[in-house]
């Protein structure tokens, strides 16, 4: 048995932070969707940050913005971020062009978004960070 057998079978996840209250100009490395280890789905974007209002995220720094799907925002949010990210209006977004943004030819790669992100408290009364994200001339 070698130091490296089994090597080709693991899985390396890299760790970023998720978006903090701020203001926020993003490069999108990658979007992706897939299942949590409960079988939960979600929905994933990597950015790298390029500018940022908040000291503790500073530019160059990767970041990620998630929604898995109990949340009841989980489509709304979804379909705003990929509206952003593809320069097109909310009602122009399809099954289509969302399968695309998440396929391994990753299109919306580059491109920069626009993201406020804001502190609110849920129903439940739970600490959730609401992002809103807009399209910015790339």
Same mark, same amino acid.
């Given at each position: 048995?070698?130091?490296?057998?089994?090597?080709?079978?693991?899985?390396?996840?890299?760790?970023?932070?998720?978006?903090?209250?701020?203001?926020?100009?993003?490069?999108?490395?990658?979007?992706?969707?897939?299942?949590?280890?409960?079988?939960?789905?979600?929905?994933?974007?990597?950015?790298?940050?390029?500018?940022?209002?908040?000291?503790?995220?500073?530019?160059? !720094?990767?970041?990620?913005?998630?929604?898995? @799907?109990?949340?009841?925002? *989980?489509? %709304?949010?979804?379909?705003?971020? &990929? $509206?952003?990210?593809?320069?097109?209006?909310?009602?122009?977004?399809?099954?289509?062009?969302?399968?695309?943004?998440?396929?391994?030819?990753?299109?919306?790669?580059?491109?920069?978004?626009? !993201?406020?992100?804001?502190?609110?408290?849920? @129903?439940?009364?739970?600490? *959730?960070? %609401?992002?809103?994200?807009?399209? &910015? $001339?790339?």
């Amino acid at each position: 048995m070698g130091l490296f057998d089994g090597i080709e079978n693991v899985q390396v996840t890299q760790r970023s932070e998720y978006l903090q209250a701020g203001q926020y100009l993003l490069e999108i490395q990658a979007i992706k969707m897939g299942e949590s280890r409960s079988g939960e789905g979600y929905f994933l974007s990597e950015f790298k940050i390029i500018e940022s209002s908040n000291p503790e995220l500073p530019p160059g !720094a990767p970041v990620t913005w998630m929604t898995m @799907k109990r949340f009841e925002s *989980f489509l %709304k949010g979804i379909k705003a971020f &990929v $509206a952003a990210a593809a320069g097109c209006t909310v009602d122009e977004v399809t099954q289509a062009i969302c399968d695309a943004a998440v396929s391994e030819e990753q299109p919306l790669a580059g491109v920069r978004v626009s !993201a406020f992100a804001k502190d609110i408290k849920t @129903k439940k009364g739970g600490d *959730f960070t %609401k992002v809103m994200f807009s399209s &910015v $001339a790339n």
